[in-house]
């Protein structure tokens, strides 16, 4: 009967009814989430027919209307092929399956860059999920010499990997707090390769990060960079943000990934202390939007009127998601609602491209680099990545719940 009245309600609310009661019900979350991975997939095989034979070609964003590509070195190559696999595990489809090892093999020449710290991005993402569904080998190989690749930039005096080369001028050693987010594929290949060295790699970034990058509030700088002699940071400023001491929106949301993760991976309790405290300056944040979709800057003195990222939602609801699951009870479920909250809001027309739009990206709403002019209120490959994840994170939660 439950069920029943929660269908009524959805019906009301889908068309409107004036003979339904004035306030309409919430459509249930699990139509929600059925509804996203749907319009997810359907857009995503759209995108992957019309790049299958621009070979070495990945989508990036839109440009002047038009669909943008990057090739293999650009740091977002590996999100669609691994929004691929994630829509495979979602459906089982041979489609997608053939499209995610046709899209990720594109990346194989990443396992030899050495210039950025954004191997763990691209090849956890495409190689990483293929791996975890398919276990090809071939796969497996490639990741662990992306790994030593990887571990070049690292330098044991100052403790932490290099993000940057360029503006030699001005860091002498620059770390970006989405640098985080590359410390879940060391950890996998210091398992998969035995090489403690990487796991301990991982830990010292995360330890020297936890240290340095965060303010009192726990919101974070986007680049510290580090006196190459004394390893002690020089500066701290930002390069995507509204300011050096503002809160730039997808700089907080991969520190609140980051740390996450990190607990999930290591059980060192600092990283779920640090995590929680930057889920509660989120999520408490007096400029957070009413539908939890963050301005690109916390604080741009013109908000309301600047855009907004819905890259930075997907990535704090997929995190939030799995906070949710590692600390208490009480605190577990506020971050489970808010990140409802945001996957509603993500699944509303406001951001969900309708089939056939966007370029055959899923959602709208998204920036890059601001400061640089680029990627202002555009689809981004990685907010389409970590919404698809936060959706599959949810469902299989809710499978395990049943
Ligand atoms: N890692 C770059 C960005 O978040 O834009």
Not at 275 to 298: I, N, S, T
Not at 350 to 359: D, V
Request: glycine share 6%.
């Amino acid at each position: 009967m439950k069920k029943l009245i929660a269908g009524i309600g959805f019906l009301c609310w889908g068309a409107g009814w004036a003979g339904c009661s004035s306030q309409p019900a919430e459509e249930p979350m699990e139509a929600v989430v059925e509804r996203g991975l749907e319009r997810a997939a359907r857009q995503s095989l759209q995108m992957a027919k019309e790049l299958e034979d621009q070979e070495g070609k990945l989508p990036k964003s839109i440009n002047d209307g038009k669909l943008e590509t990057s090739g293999y070195s650009w740091w977002c190559s590996g999100f669609f092929p691994g929004e691929l696999w994630y829509l495979y595990e979602a459906t089982s489809d041979p489609e997608l399956k053939a499209y995610a090892e046709q899209f990720t093999e594109r990346l194989e020449p990443v396992k030899d860059i050495t210039y950025s710290h954004d191997v763990g991005f691209m090849l956890n993402c495409s190689y990483g999920n293929g791996w975890r569904l398919t276990h090809n080998e071939a796969y497996r190989d490639v990741m662990l010499q992306g790994a030593r690749s990887l571990a070049t930039r690292y330098n044991e005096r100052v403790g932490l990997i290099r993000s940057w080369d360029f503006n030699r001028d001005k860091w002498q050693y620059p770390v970006i707090i989405d640098n985080m987010m590359n410390l879940e594929f060391l950890i996998w290949a210091s398992r998969e390769g035995n090489e403690p060295r990487y796991f301990n790699m991982a830990v010292s970034h995360a330890d020297k990060t936890m240290e340095n990058h965060f303010r009192p509030d726990y919101s974070c700088y986007h680049v510290v960079s580090y006196d190459t002699l004394t390893a002690v940071p020089h500066v701290k400023q930002t390069h995507q943000g509204y300011a050096d001491s503002s809160a730039w929106a997808r700089g907080q949301a991969w520190a609140l990934y980051g740390y996450t993760m990190m607990y999930r991976d290591t059980q060192r309790e600092a990283y779920l202390r640090q995590a929680c405290q930057v889920a509660r300056y989120l999520m408490g944040h007096p400029r957070m939007p009413e539908d939890k979709v963050p301005y690109w800057d916390f604080d741009d003195p013109k908000i309301p009127d600047v855009p907004r990222d819905a890259s930075a939602a997907a990535i704090m609801a997929s995190a939030l998601i799995d906070l949710s699951q590692l600390t208490d009870k009480e605190f577990g479920q506020q971050c489970l609602d808010f990140a409802e909250h945001q996957l509603r809001s993500l699944t509303s027309p406001a951001y969900l491209a309708e089939p056939g739009t966007n370029c055959h990206f899923v959602l709208m709403h998204c920036t890059g680099h601001l400061p640089g002019n680029s990627e202002v209120d555009v689809p981004l490959s990685y907010a389409d990545y970590y919404y698809v994840e936060a959706l599959l994170r949810w469902k299989k939660l809710k499978a395990v719940d049943k």
